[in-house]
């Protein structure tokens, strides 16, 4: 299997790069050092909120979700909304690990309202447990074309404020209205959730940027002769009690081989991000393997000028390597018609999340938004960030 499509299938299996990945203790020492941390205090104020879809069944499927607000910021229809996208054995908690190192809190810091949300047949988002829509095959309809047109769904309440919101801890708990509307819509996809956004913009044209991370949106192949690294490998077990959805991960060991670089670790967050056990995923993301690539090339070619796209990768994922990112990175550039920017992190594997690098990458993507004239009506002053390698300055 030549580069792109290697790599992919790595990727697939990859996609739980969120939910994965464990402490590997560090050769270099750098365990010893003091750990890194983002310092929010109570700045950030978080909104459990629930979106109303249409599941492959045809019925009416509600995901959990979380909205992140700097209590600060003024929040108005000008604000820029982000919504965050997970991957394979992934939740929420991907965007948001530690209330000292969190992607979602950050962005929010910065001054967006951030949405994350699980996505249907996963954690609070379970397909197989809701009334008038459990299918005994359910999760192998759970497609990444399902998973986008979900998305769209998403992207409409939160550009209407039609979805809802509650003070529980999940969709259960009585609800009311959200009402804040925030219309520029930036959607970000991570592993399985990259592959999803990476269709997105061309699909559906209503988003005002999209930023895809650590996986190939397109079917490029690096150019022949180059050489591709081996990427991690595991093993998909289907769940015995849902045989439809699958379990990526059995031990931490796994998680830590397929989606940490040890040297540029942050130790307690990967601690967090490993713990057993871990989320069940559906097979419909796996089934769909051989049509999800053309479908997004199909997107890609029909993108357009008007909705920038920016891909972030790590120089040590094994999942997407920057030889194959290079010839994803090119390939947008040959056939999307839209301003595509590429950024390769340090020291950075698959779960970009929980490497030193995500000061850097926060900093990246806020800039990035900026330039685009996606400002936030009124931007925050930085987050301290102490024992930081890479600065959290704007």
């Not at 580069?3 to 750098?30: E, I």
């Not at 950024?343 to 030193?356: E, I, R, S, W, Y």
Request: contains cysteine.
């Amino acid at each position: 299997m030549r580069g792109r499509r290697r790599s992919a299938m790595v990727a697939l299996l990859v996609l739980a790069g969120m939910a994965a990945f464990a402490t590997s203790a560090a050769a270099d020492g750098t365990h010893d050092q003091p750990a890194p941390r983002m310092h929010f205090g109570d700045r950030v104020k978080l909104t459990t909120v629930c979106f109303s879809v249409t599941n492959p069944a045809g019925g009416q499927s509600t995901l959990y979700g979380l909205r992140y607000i700097d209590r600060g910021a003024r929040v108005d229809p000008r604000t820029p909304a982000i919504v965050l996208v997970h991957g394979i054995a992934s939740s929420t908690e991907n965007w948001d690990f530690s209330p000292t190192w969190s992607v979602a809190r950050a962005l929010a810091a910065a001054g967006y309202v951030v949405y994350s949300y699980d996505r249907l047949g996963y954690a609070k988002s379970s397909y197989f447990n809701q009334p008038n829509s459990a299918q005994p095959t359910g999760g192998n309809t759970l497609t990444t074309a399902a998973h986008r047109a979900e998305l769209h769904q998403v992207v409409d309440e939160v550009a209407s404020g039609s979805y809802m919101t509650t003070d529980g801890r999940d969709c259960s708990a009585p609800q009311r209205p959200g009402r804040l509307a925030s219309p520029r819509v930036v959607i970000i996809g991570h592993s399985a959730g990259g592959w999803i956004v990476s269709g997105y913009p061309g699909t559906y044209h209503d988003v005002a940027a999209m930023i895809q991370a650590d996986i190939d949106g397109s079917n490029a192949q690096p150019p022949p002769g180059t050489s591709v690294p081996p990427g991690p490998t595991v093993s998909i077990i289907p769940d015995p009690n849902h045989p439809d959805y699958f379990e990526f991960f059995q031990t931490r060991q796994d998680c830590e081989n397929f989606n940490v670089y040890p040297p540029g670790e942050v130790a307690y967050v990967v601690q967090i991000a490993c713990a057993p056990p871990f989320l069940d995923s559906p097979f419909g993301e796996f089934l769909d393997f051989g049509v999800k690539f053309a479908q997004n090339d199909a997107a890609i070619s029909t993108i357009g000028p008007s909705i920038p796209v920016l891909l972030t990768s790590g120089d040590h994922d094994g999942v997407d390597p920057p030889v194959d990112a290079q010839a994803d990175y090119a390939y947008y550039q040959q056939h999307c018609g839209c301003d595509v920017t590429k950024l390769l992190l340090p020291n950075t594997a698959h779960l970009f999340m929980v490497h030193q690098s995500l000061p850097l990458w926060v900093n990246y993507v806020v800039g990035w938004l900026s330039a685009k004239g996606l400002t936030p009506a009124r931007p925050r002053p930085p987050v301290p960030c102490t024992d930081c390698v890479v600065p959290f300055v704007s």
